[in-house]
């Protein structure tokens, strides 16, 4: 059974960093992708970040772009999200979440529907 823990989250002023970890196991797959996803009250659920695990090609939000940093620990089977210089509009509950490569559809990555486990979340609050 896939399993995909979130952790890190918390309370931290405008400009400062975070960093989210999300450990995976149980995959069964040989290749897949872990996404960064988030959701704010009253909005939709959009992608931030995404790797591979084979050759750790990285992908990002426009909106993260120069601030967060997506890396993975394959003997950790972790994936970490990084992120400086938080603003307000970072509040979110953050996701990570698995997609497998042989189920992928070609199509853009930061999509939820590409993704087929979720985590529980971990909130992340940016507030003076």
């Known amino acids: 059974e896939v399993q995909l823990v979130e952790s890190g989250g918390g309370l931290v002023q405008p400009g400062g960093s975070l960093r989210l970890s999300c450990a995976a196991s149980?995959?069964?797959?040989?290749?897949?992708?872990i996404g960064w996803f988030r959701q704010a009250p009253g909005k939709e659920r959009e992608g931030v970040s995404c790797?591979?695990?084979?050759?750790?090609?990285?992908t990002y939000a426009d909106s993260v772009k120069g601030r967060f940093t997506i890396s993975s620990d394959n003997a950790k089977n972790t994936v970490y999200l990084q992120m400086n210089n938080l603003k307000p509009e970072d509040t979110a509950v953050y996701y990570c979440?698995?997609?497998?490569?042989?189920?992928?559809?070609?199509?853009?990555?930061?999509?939820?529907?590409?993704?087929?486990?979720w985590g529980q979340g971990t909130q992340v609050t940016v507030s003076s």
């Open positions: 979440a698995a997609l497998s490569i042989r189920y992928y559809s070609g199509g853009p990555l930061l999509v939820p529907y590409e993704y087929g486990y």
């Open positions: 149980g995959f069964t797959f040989d290749d897949y992708v």
């Open positions: 790797i591979s695990r084979s050759d750790r090609t990285t």
